[in-house]
Structure formats: structure tokens, C-alpha cells
């Protein structure tokens, strides 16, 4: 049987709403076997994660996570990714390792805004400017059509450039302003720190966190995380390996019952606000049972 070679050509093929309908569908499935490996030099990562659902396949994806390589002009994450098959255990395909982490990542967040968001969100705050920002640029555009942009970032010049780039959006300086304006903010930085503080939330806003994937990494304070109610995408994944979820766990500003859902609650239903005033805080943590589910939509888009 011959090995599926999918390149960044296959992104043509793709909808983020569909993705986020096979993501959904996804978790319907036996739950997930998983398994992580994190190594750390200094500020570089070595990140392999491996996934396995009866009934879809098994996916191992290794991502490489140097900050330092823009100064040299190379993407900060590289990697590679290959799909099993769940008959036989053959490899069914090569995904191209950026096009899965973009959809993937952005997918992700995506499945969570069109539960939690306000159906009537007509305002996205993007804080970070970079890879990431540009797909949730797109994401968020396609789910929620007509909204207006922010995009703010550490760096201005970066922010406009991202902005310069789409429609209806604009880049802002002022972060504790836009996010008081926004009714969607989601972040994706590089942050150890939080850059969002809870005091600037309103009721009724929804909050993404996507940046932080090491157990030293927060992008949202203490505050942000007692004013809302918690999803993530997964207990397993997040809880105990990210820092946003796992320092405030060991302090004991929140306990573990503070997390509300994740995406294995979605058929039953829990995975939703309650009312428009509720403030929501998703945690995106990747994990690798979303690469499986997300490659092996993107086989299938492709005719695999």
C-alpha cells in the first residue's frame, strides 16, 4: 500500500468549520491513548507526542521549539508527523509537519470559540503576531464572519504587518484597552508571564490561551483564571504539564474541580457557557489525539 505524501498544496482542500466538526466528531470516539515526551535545553524543546483512537489510527508527531531561530530567519517550530493505519499499523501518511500544526492549533481554539464564544462576538482580539496569529486571523474569520480585528504584539512593526495583511483588521498598542473592547481574545505568544490580566475582562467575553506549553509558561494571571469558568481540550494534557493550569493548581488559587469541561464532555453537553454574562477561558493544549484526528481529516479531505 502506498504512503500518502501531503503537502502544504493540500491546505486548498480544507475548511476550518469542517475541521472543527471532525475534531467534535472525533471525541465521540473511544477516548484517546497518549503519550508525551518533553525534553528541555535551556530554552529549546524537544517535544514528541503520540496518539492512538480505536477506530481512526495512530499519529506520531515530533516538533522541534528553538525561540531563537527567527534571529536566523527559520521558523521557531519544525518538526514531522506520520499517520498509522488502525487495520494493520502501516504507515497511511506523510502530513506536512506546518500545515498539521496550523490547522491543529488553530482548529483547536476554534472548536472551543464556537461553543464558548457569544454567538453575537463581533469584536477579535489577537495578542501575538506571529505563525500562530496568522492562522487564528483566518480561523476566527471563517467562524465568525464580519467581525473586526485587533492584532497587538511586544513588537508594533509586527503587529502591523500581520494586520496589513487582512481585511477589517488593525493592529493596537494599547493591550489592556483592546482586550476591555474585544469580545473574543485569544493568545498566542512566547510568554513565561502573564500579559493578560484578569481585571481587564468584562462579562461576557471569552478567552483563548494557546501560548504556553511548558510548565514554566502562563499567559493569563491568577485573577483571569478565578473571575472565569475553565475548559480545556483536555484534563490529561494540560492539567499537570502546562504552566497556565499547573502553578495556580500548586498554589492553590484553583483546584481541579475549577476546570468545567473538556472536549470529551462535549457529547453530554457540559462543553457550553451558561449565560451571556459568563466569562469563559479555554486552554489549548494540543495534545497529540487533536494531530491524529486533525491528519486524518486532512487525509480524507485530500481523497487518502
Not at 513588537?155 to 502591523?160: H, I, K, L, M, V
Not at 499567559?219 to 492539567?239: G, Q
Request: aromatic share 6%; charged share 20%.
Amino acid at each position: 500500500m502506498s504512503v500518502v505524501m501531503i503537502g502544504p498544496e493540500a491546505e486548498a482542500q480544507l475548511d476550518w468549520l469542517a475541521l472543527t466538526d471532525a475534531l467534535a466528531a472525533g471525541h465521540a470516539l473511544p477516548r484517546a491513548e497518549i503519550g508525551d515526551t518533553f525534553l528541555y535545553r535551556g530554552s529549546d524543546t524537544l517535544l514528541s507526542r503520540a496518539a492512538w483512537i480505536d477506530g481512526l489510527g495512530q499519529l506520531v508527531k515530533t516538533a522541534t521549539i528553538f525561540p531563537g531561530n527567527p534571529d536566523t530567519g527559520l521558523p521557531v517550530v519544525n518538526g514531522a508527523a506520520s499517520l498509522f493505519s488502525d487495520t494493520d499499523g502501516t504507515l497511511a501518511a506523510m502530513v506536512d509537519f506546518h500545515l498539521l500544526t496550523k490547522w491543529k492549533t488553530a482548529g483547536d481554539s476554534l472548536l472551543a470559540a464556537r461553543r464558548l464564544a457569544r454567538p453575537d462576538s463581533r469584536t477579535v482580539l489577537i495578542v501575538g503576531a506571529g505563525t500562530v496569529g496568522r492562522s487564528l486571523r483566518e480561523a476566527y474569520g471563517a467562524a465568525f464572519p464580519g467581525a473586526r480585528f485587533m492584532v497587538w504584539n511586544r513588537s508594533a512593526g509586527r503587529a502591523e504587518a500581520l494586520a496589513a495583511g487582512y481585511p477589517d483588521t488593525r493592529a493596537v498598542t494599547d493591550l489592556p484597552v483592546a482586550v476591555a473592547e474585544a469580545d473574543i481574545v485569544t493568545c498566542a505568544t512566547m510568554s513565561t508571564d502573564p500579559v493578560i490580566d484578569g481585571a481587564w475582562l468584562r462579562p461576557g467575553q471569552h478567552l483563548d490561551l494557546i501560548g504556553a506549553y511548558r510548565p514554566d509558561m502562563r499567559e493569563a494571571n491568577d485573577t483571569a483564571l478565578t473571575r472565569a469558568t475553565i475548559f480545556v481540550d483536555s484534563r490529561d494534557t494540560t492539567l499537570d504539564h502546562i504552566g497556565e493550569l499547573k502553578i495556580p493548581l500548586s498554589k492553590g488559587v484553583i483546584g481541579r474541580d475549577a476546570v468545567r469541561a473538556d472536549y470529551y464532555d462535549l457529547p453530554g453537553g457540559a462543553f457550553t457557557r451558561d449565560s451571556p454574562d459568563q466569562i469563559t477561558l479555554f486552554k489549548n493544549g494540543g495534545g497529540a489525539h487533536l494531530d491524529l484526528i486533525c491528519a486524518r481529516y486532512i487525509l480524507d479531505a485530500v481523497g487518502g
